[in-house]
C-alpha cells in the first residue's frame, strides 16, 4: 500500500479544469450526435417486418451513445462545482448541461413514440434479435410505459403545461422555504441550520430549536397547504386522465417493483416494530427523560472520539473490504492510487458528498469531506461501495446501467456495513462500542419508523386529496396520526408540520420518495445476511446481482441471485432479524 492523497486527479478525463479545450470539443461532438439522433427520430418509419431494422438499429444505438456523452460531460461538471463552488466557469457547464438533458429528454419521449408505432408482433420479433436482445428489457419498458400514456399529443401538452403548472408549484415551495428564518439565541438561522440543532447534545438547544421551527413553520403552513394541494392535484388529474387509479403506480414503476413486495415489506416491518420500543424506552430514561419526544429520538448518546487519518482510514477499508471480497478491496486499493477520492477540508468545496462515474472513460469520483470521525469513514466505504456498483457494470451496454433509487444504494449500504460493524468489533472502549452500535440501531429506526410515518402519510393524504383540497388542519392531523402509529406511541410529542418542513414531499420529479430508502435498506440487509453466510464465495454472486441492477425487475434480482421471494414475508423477516441483533448487542451494553 503506498501513500494516499487526499485531493482527486481530474486532468485524466479532461485535461485542464473548466478552461479545457478537451472538455468544449467532447461537448461540441456530443451535440453533433444529438443533431443526428433528433434526425433519426423524425424520419423514422417503423418497420413492417423484422428485416427493417436499420432506422430502429441506428436510434437505438446513437441514442446510448449520446445518452454515454451527455453522463460523462454532467459528472465532470458537477466534479469542478464541487470542488470550487466559485469556479464560474463551471456554473456556466451547468447550464448547458441542463439545455442538453432537456433535450435529450425530449428526443427520448419521442423515441419511445417510435417504438409505440412498431405493431406488437413485429416487435416482440424483433426485439429477440440483436443487438436489442440484450438490451430488450429496457426496451421493452419503455415502450410499456409510453403505452400507458396518452397519445403523443396530449402527453406534450401535459408537459409543457406541467413546466408552470406543476413543477412551479415545487420551486415556488423552495423559493417560499428560502425566505424562511428563525432566531435562535440572537442569531438568524436558515431553516436548515436551525434544523440542524434538533440532534444537538444539550436538550434545551434541541428543544429551543424544535419549538421555533415549529412556530415558524406553523405560522407559514397555510402556504405550503397551497403549494402541496396543488401540485399532488395536477398529479392526480394527470393520472386521472391516464386511467391510473393507483397513485402507487408511478413511483411502482419507477423503482421496477410490484405493489405486493412493498406490501410485504412495511407488514412485516410493521410486526417488527415492537421490538424497538425497548430501545426507544432506554434511551429516554438514558437521556434522563419519562417520554422520548420527536427531537430526541436522534440526539446522540455520546461521542466517538477515536478518529484515523485519511490513509488509516483508507487502509482500514481496503483491509475490511477483502475479507468479504478481495476484487472489492483491489479495487478500493486503484481508487486510492489513481487518486479518484477527492477528500480534502478545505473552504469553498461543496458540502455532502457523492460518488459519480464518468461511463466513456470507464472511471469514477468520490467527492466529500473527511474529518477522520467513524462517521466519515463510513461515509467514504460508502461512497466507494457505490463507485464499486459502477465498476462492475463499465463492459454492461449504456442501457443495462441505469438502476433505480431503490437498488442504487444496495452497494453503498453494503460497503458501509462492513466497515461499520468492523468498527464495531474493534472498538477500543465500551462507551465507543456503544456510540457506533447505537449509530445503526439509528439508522433502523429511522428507516422503519420516520420513513415508514412518511409513507402513511402520503397514502393518505393523495386519498382525501381525490376528494377535494385537503386543509392545513387536516393535514397536520393525518401527519400527526401518521407518526403516532409508525413510531408505535412511544413519544410524547411528535411534528404535525413534518409534511411542510419536508422537501421530498414536494419533489415534483419522482412522487413517494420515501419507501426506495427503506427497500434498499433492508434489501442490502439481506444481501449482507447471505454473504455472511455464504462466505467468500458469494463474490461473484454479488457481482453478478450489481450487474443485473440495471436490466430486471427487483422481484426477478432476488429470484435469480439470492433465490428467494420479495412479495413474500421471509426475506424481509431475515432481513429485520440480522437489524435486531444489532439492537440486542445494544440492549445487553447498556
Ligand atoms: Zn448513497
Redesign the pocket.
Known amino acids: 500500500m503506498g501513500t494516499y492523497e487526499v485531493t482527486w486527479n481530474l486532468d485524466s478525463i479532461f485535461q485542464g479544469g473548466s478552461e479545457s479545450v478537451e472538455l468544449k470539443d467532447y461537448v461540441i461532438k456530443t451535440e453533433r450526435l444529438m443533431d443526428d439522433l433528433e434526425a433519426s427520430i423524425r424520419q423514422f418509419t417503423p418497420p413492417k417486418n423484422t428485416d427493417q431494422t436499420e432506422d430502429l438499429r441506428k436510434i437505438v444505438e446513437v441514442m446510448q451513445v449520446v445518452t454515454k456523452q451527455l453522463s460523462e460531460f454532467g459528472a465532470f461538471v458537477s466534479c469542478l462545482s464541487a470542488q470550487n463552488v466559485h469556479d464560474k466557469k463551471a456554473s456556466m457547464w451547468q447550464s448547458k448541461r441542463s439545455e442538453m438533458g432537456a433535450r435529450l429528454g425530449n428526443a427520448l419521449t419521442e423515441m419511445d413514440q417510435v417504438f409505440v408505432q412498431v405493431d406488437d408482433d413485429v416487435w416482440k420479433s424483433l426485439i429477440n434479435q440483436a443487438p436489442f436482445k440484450e438490451i430488450s428489457f429496457v426496451l421493452n419498458e419503455r415502450r410499456s410505459l409510453a403505452k400507458d400514456k396518452l397519445e403523443v399529443g396530449k402527453e406534450s401538452l401535459i408537459n409543457d403545461l406541467g413546466v408552470d403548472g406543476y413543477h412551479a408549484w415545487g420551486q415556488m415551495y423552495d423559493a417560499l422555504v428560502a425566505k424562511l428564518s428563525i432566531e435562535l439565541n440572537g442569531e438568524k438561522l436558515s431553516v436548515g441550520q436551525a434544523s440542524n440543532q434538533l440532534d444537538h447534545p444539550d436538550r434545551s438547544v434541541r428543544k429551543e430549536a424544535f419549538d421555533k421551527l415549529q412556530e415558524t413553520w406553523g405560522e407559514a403552513s397555510d402556504l405550503f397547504t397551497e403549494t402541496l394541494n396543488h401540485l399532488s392535484g395536477f398529479r392526480l388529474q394527470t393520472y386521472k386522465h391516464r386511467r391510473w387509479e393507483n397513485v402507487l403506480k408511478e413511483p411502482l414503476d419507477y423503482n421496477r417493483m410490484s405493489e405486493k413486495t412493498l406490501d410485504a415489506m412495511w407488514e412485516t416491518i410493521t410486526e417488527y416494530k415492537k421490538h424497538y420500543v425497548p430501545y426507544l424506552k432506554k434511551k429516554a430514561e438514558r437521556l434522563g427523560l419519562e417520554q422520548l419526544s420527536f427531537y430526541d429520538v436522534e440526539a446522540p448518546l455520546g461521542e466517538a472520539d477515536q478518529k484515523m487519518s485519511f490513509q488509516e482510514g483508507a487502509e482500514f477499508i481496503i483491509q475490511q473490504f477483502r475479507k468479504f471480497s478481495p476484487k472489492m478491496a483491489d479495487f478500493a486499493e486503484m481508487a486510492f492510487e489513481k487518486r479518484w477520492i477527492e477528500a480534502e477540508d478545505r473552504p469553498g468545496k461543496q458540502p455532502g458528498g457523492f460518488?459519480t462515474s464518468f461511463p466513456d472513460s470507464g472511471e469514477t469520483r468520490i467527492f466529500m469531506t473527511y474529518s477522520g470521525s467513524p462517521s466519515s469513514v463510513a461515509t467514504l466505504a460508502?461512497?466507494l461501495?457505490?463507485a464499486y456498483h459502477q465498476h462492475v457494470m463499465n463492459e454492461l451496454p449504456e442501457l443495462n446501467q441505469g438502476y433505480a433509487m431503490n437498488v442504487?444504494?444496495t452497494a453503498?449500504?453494503f460497503a458501509e456495513m462492513i466497515v461499520a460493524d468492523a468498527a464495531v468489533k474493534e472498538a477500543v472502549t465500551e462507551a465507543e462500542r456503544l456510540v457506533l452500535l447505537e449509530d445503526k440501531v439509528q439508522r433502523s429506526v429511522a428507516f422503519f419508523m420516520n420513513i415508514h410515518a412518511r409513507f402513511l402519510f402520503e397514502t393518505r393524504f393523495y386519498d382525501e386529496r381525490k376528494q377535494g383540497v385537503v386543509s392545513t388542519e387536516r393535514l397536520n392531523e393525518l401527519m400527526t396520526e401518521a407518526q403516532q402509529e409508525a413510531y408505535v406511541q412511544t413519544l410524547d410529542e411528535y411534528d404535525p408540520t413534518f409534511w411542510a418542513s419536508k422537501l421530498h414531499f414536494h419533489i415534483t420529479d419522482v412522487p413517494f420518495y420515501n419507501f426506495p430508502y427503506t427497500f434498499g435498506y433492508l434489501f442490502s440487509m439481506g444481501i449482507y445476511a447471505k454473504a455472511l453466510e455464504v462466505g467468500p464465495a458469494f463474490e461473484d454472486r454479488y457481482i453478478s446481482l450489481l450487474q443485473d441492477t440495471g436490466k430486471m425487475t427487483v422481484e426477478e434480482l432476488a429470484k435469480k441471485h439470492l433465490d428467494v421471494d420479495l412479495e413474500k414475508k421471509d426475506f424481509w423477516v431475515h432481513a429485520l432479524e440480522l437489524c435486531l441483533s444489532d439492537l440486542e448487542s445494544f440492549m445487553d451494553l447498556v
Open positions: 460518488c460508502h461512497e461501495g457505490h442504487a444504494e453503498s449500504t
